[in-house]
């Protein structure tokens, strides 16, 4: 249940828990007015460096209100998690949004991790672009794609890095930072900390199992 | 996006008359601050930024923002020139960053002049001569509007203009004045 906190004037205010969230298929929908009052492609930068704020990026000014569903992020929980910093943009082009995620991830090394994800998707959730790239201390690189890792499951066929309601056409900001989250923590928990990551292949695909447990 | 106050057009408006509508904007979208900066070049990469303090408002949010033409704003000198309302529930601020080139000069500037409910609390002017051994000086729009010629007069501010009293259009005026004068002044970096 989602709660709407008013402002003092009783007008605008925020949705605490945005629900159902606004895959990036629909955000590429939505922007396509704003697009058109604002002549062009935009982007909004969200919770960079810790603090809560978001940047938005017009080619010109627009001429009437925003209105675009951008999901709020909690920096402090990500922080939490073993991020240093991240930045997470979404850019918008004509019938596309394209995520883009750069953070800096503390695996316990004298050197942090550095994490790129780029994903876009079309209206029709079509991904045109998947990239999930870390690289350690020593430039090694692990290279897969967010596709490749929800389809990791654990033996009972739960989805290992994905939530059960996640499916890869109607990811969202919010899903897609939570499987980059678990999938670069357990991957340092996996090489301990005294080790860096090194080259290994992208995460296998495994057969889909019927999920046993409630949805998280 | 609201470009007039009352009906006036925001850069015939002065600072002061931008408080009560940005108050009643942040208070809509429960901000403390927008912050909204206009960015224009000589050449490529034009752009209009909003930063927002926390998340994006549920409901969508508007803007406070003044029709600029580019060719208003970027005169002759400037090769890139940052235009922003800082917008606060008790403040409003106006601020131009920017490089501006009269041959020789090449100068950084940074303009600050932030409008509170009793008047400017904060006025500061910065501009740094960027060639090695270039000027650098930190004065206020005060000290612009203060400056005399040698009758008497106003040097850079028209008859009518009063700290404190001017529009957006007359500030960028007034100073737009005072530097091309500046860069005539700097024109050659005394060496000891």
Do not use: C
């Not at chain 1, 603090?51 to 909690?74: H, M, N, T, Y």
Request: no cysteine; charged share 25%.
């Amino acid at each position: 249940m989602s709660r709407r906190y008013l402002s003092p004037g009783g007008g605008g205010g925020f949705v605490d828990n945005r629900e159902p969230k606004t895959s990036l298929a629909q955000l590429a929908e939505v922007a396509a007015p704003i697009m058109e009052q604002v002549g062009g492609p935009f982007s909004v930068r969200l919770a960079v460096a810790g603090e809560s704020r978001a940047i938005f990026k017009f080619p010109g000014v627009p001429g009437q209100p925003v209105d675009l569903p951008i999901p709020a992020l909690e920096p402090e929980k990500y922080g939490i998690d073993g991020w240093l910093s991240i930045s997470t943009t979404v850019e918008f082009s004509p019938g596309n949004a394209r995520l883009v995620f750069m953070g800096r991830f503390n695996a316990g090394e004298k050197v942090p991790w550095t994490v790129e994800v780029q994903l876009a998707k079309d209206t029709a959730g079509e991904s045109g672009e998947d990239s999930f790239v870390i690289r350690g201390r020593d430039g090694t690189v692990d290279a897969t794609t967010i596709f490749d890792i929800m389809q990791v499951r654990l033996r009972s066929g739960d989805p290992k890095y994905a939530r059960f309601s996640d499916t890869y056409p109607t990811l969202d900001v919010e899903g897609v930072l939570a499987i980059i989250t678990r999938y670069v923590k357990d991957m340092a928990e996996r090489k301990g900390s005294a080790q860096s990551p090194e080259p290994q292949p992208a995460a296998q695909p495994q057969p889909p199992a019927p999920p046993e447990g409630p949805a998280q | 996006m609201a470009s007039t106050v009352n009906g006036t057009p925001i850069m015939e408006a002065k600072l002061a008359d931008l408080l009560e509508p940005a108050k009643s904007l942040l208070k809509n979208y429960s901000l403390a601050q927008l912050v909204q900066r206009q960015f224009y070049t000589d050449g490529e990469g034009d752009a209009f930024f909003v930063e927002l303090d926390s998340s994006v408002p549920s409901s969508g949010f508007e803007i406070l923002f003044p029709e600029l033409a580019k060719e208003d704003i970027l005169v002759e000198g400037w090769r890139h020139i940052h235009f922003s309302l800082v917008l606060e529930l008790k403040r409003v601020g106006l601020v131009i960053e920017g490089h501006y080139v009269k041959e020789p000069v090449p100068v950084d500037v940074s303009f600050r002049l932030v409008q509170g409910s009793s008047g400017y609390v904060e006025d500061s002017v910065e501009l740094n001569d960027t060639r090695p051994g270039g000027y650098h000086e930190r004065l206020s729009f005060r000290d612009i509007l203060d400056a005399k010629l040698k009758s008497g007069d106003p040097k850079y501010a028209g008859p009518d203009d009063v700290y404190g009293e001017m529009d957006l259009t007359r500030i960028f005026k007034v100073f737009g004045r005072f530097l091309r004068d500046w860069t005539m002044r700097h024109k050659f970096i005394e060496k000891d």
